[in-house]
């Protein structure tokens, strides 16, 4: 396997994945396909623009024409799936693209992939269709529960892909990932948008009492991880990727502002997100048993994330101006007190 389609390429994993990618001689095409929705940015994949193997195409991967056109001029031994709709709050506006692009952009790339013969299709699926687990950990046999339109339709791609394999024999695996932080991610997430209102002096909302728990892996490690399950994976398996820790959202909230000197004062409990989940955690020795492991604990992330932040200004502010506004307004602006 050493020709990629990489879909979503311009987001935030899609484009770790592909400079890590890009950076082993072996791999020989690299095609991202990517809509450049408001979350995808050619910024991101600047450090690999100018590679001779590298190849960038805006299009939609549910429109079935563009693929279709795609999947005629180039020849992939493999497709990574990131392209997604991915943020839960904007799923509670507007759950219709989140279907499209989650559910039905997965149904074209597969039926693509199984006419032009693709050796191994990942699906880059998260630990969020379990649902909340109060206790104990997720396993990748456990029932899928997802709370949210964002979850419920990754859900939907993930089993699509899984039945694919069962139904026509393509070669599908999937992995469920952990919340992921690190550089270039989109400053909606709880950890970029912290992270950019702290150093903008601007109040952290909080949702709920701050006590929901989520476990957190290093971009770097999440791409580590979907290599391994790229190349050692088995045909029609599922592989959680997770870090087992146990963050509370006010224990990130404190420790992004520790780290930029704020003052824990600009923490608002604010009302909490609708169909809010709890807790999530994985159960990941089944990638583990594959041979990864992830590098980077708590503190380490977030203090390479808070440091990138911080010296890549230019790369954040333009994002938070736009349609971010409108976006954070109609979020945030009544929980906030904010003027409109
Ligand atoms: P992101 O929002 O940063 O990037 C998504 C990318 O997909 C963007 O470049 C966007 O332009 C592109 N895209 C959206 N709709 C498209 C369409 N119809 N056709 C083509 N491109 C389209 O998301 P991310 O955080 O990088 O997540 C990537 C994948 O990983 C997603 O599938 C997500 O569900 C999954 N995931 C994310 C996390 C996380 O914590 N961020 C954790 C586990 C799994
Ligand atoms: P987020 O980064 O949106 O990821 P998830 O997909 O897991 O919801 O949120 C991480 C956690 O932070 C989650 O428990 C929700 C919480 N959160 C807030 O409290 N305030 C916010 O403004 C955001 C965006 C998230």
């Given at each position: 396997m050493d020709r990629f389609l990489v879909t979503g390429g311009a987001g935030f994993i899609g484009s770790a994945w592909v400079r890590q990618a890009l950076a082993d001689p072996s791999v020989r095409r690299l095609v991202v396909l990517d809509k450049l929705t408001y979350a995808g940015n050619l910024a991101n994949l600047e450090p690999v623009a100018h590679d001779p193997r590298f190849r960038f195409v805006r299009g939609d991967i549910a429109d079935e024409a563009t693929v279709a056109a795609l999947f005629r001029e180039e020849q992939f031994d493999a497709v990574l799936n990131f392209a997604a709709e991915s943020?839960?709050?904007?799923?509670?506006?507007?759950?219709?693209?989140?279907?499209?692009?989650?559910?039905?952009?997965?149904?074209?790339?597969?039926?693509?992939?199984?006419?032009?013969?693709?050796?191994?299709f990942l699906q880059v699926s998260t630990d969020e269709?379990?649902?909340?687990?109060?206790?104990?950990?997720?396993?990748?046999?456990?029932?899928?529960?997802?709370?949210?339109?964002?979850?419920?339709?990754?859900?939907?791609?993930?089993?699509?892909?899984?039945?694919?394999h069962t139904t026509y024999g393509l070669d599908v695996v999937v992995t469920r990932g952990?919340?992921?932080?690190?550089?270039?991610?989109?400053?909606?997430?709880?950890?970029?948008?912290?992270?950019?209102?702290?150093?903008?002096?601007?109040?952290?909302?909080?949702?709920?009492?701050?006590?929901?728990?989520?476990?957190?892996?290093?971009?770097?490690?999440?791409?580590?991880?979907?290599?391994?399950?790229?190349?050692?994976?088995?045909?029609?398996?599922?592989?959680?990727?997770?870090n087992n820790l146990e963050i509370d959202t006010l224990t990130?909230?404190?420790?992004?502002?520790d780290l930029l000197g704020r003052p824990h004062s600009l923490i608002r409990l604010v009302s909490d997100r609708p169909g809010h989940d709890r807790r999530y955690s994985v159960e990941s020795s089944k990638?583990?048993?594959?041979?990864?492991?992830?590098?980077?604990?708590?503190?380490?992330?977030?203090?390479?994330?808070?440091?990138?932040?911080?010296?890549?200004?230019?790369?954040?502010?333009?994002?938070?101006?736009?349609?971010?506004?409108?976006?954070?307004?109609?979020?945030?602006?009544?929980?906030?007190?904010?003027s409109s």
């Open positions: 943020h839960v709050d904007r799923s509670l506006f507007d759950p219709a693209a989140f279907l499209r692009t989650n559910v039905e952009g997965v149904r074209v790339l597969l039926e693509a992939s199984r006419a032009h013969g693709v050796k191994r269709v379990y649902g909340a687990v109060l206790s104990g950990q997720s396993r990748e046999s456990d029932p899928l529960r997802p709370s949210s339109p964002y979850s419920a339709a990754k859900a939907g791609g993930d089993l699509l892909a899984l039945a694919y952990a919340n992921t932080i690190g550089p270039y991610q989109f400053p909606e997430k709880a950890t970029p948008l912290f992270i950019t209102n702290a150093l903008d002096n601007q109040p952290l909302p909080v949702y709920g009492d701050g006590r929901a728990v989520r476990d957190y892996l290093y971009v770097e490690d999440h791409c580590r991880a979907l290599t391994v399950a790229l190349r050692r994976g088995r045909a029609g398996e599922v592989y959680n990727i997770g990130l909230a404190t420790a992004i502002l990638l583990r048993a594959l041979g990864w492991q992830p590098q980077y604990g708590f503190a380490e992330m977030l203090a390479l994330t808070v440091a990138w932040y911080r010296a890549h200004e230019a790369w954040w502010r333009p994002l938070r101006a736009g349609e971010f506004r409108a976006f954070y307004q109609a979020l945030y602006g009544s929980r906030l007190g904010l």
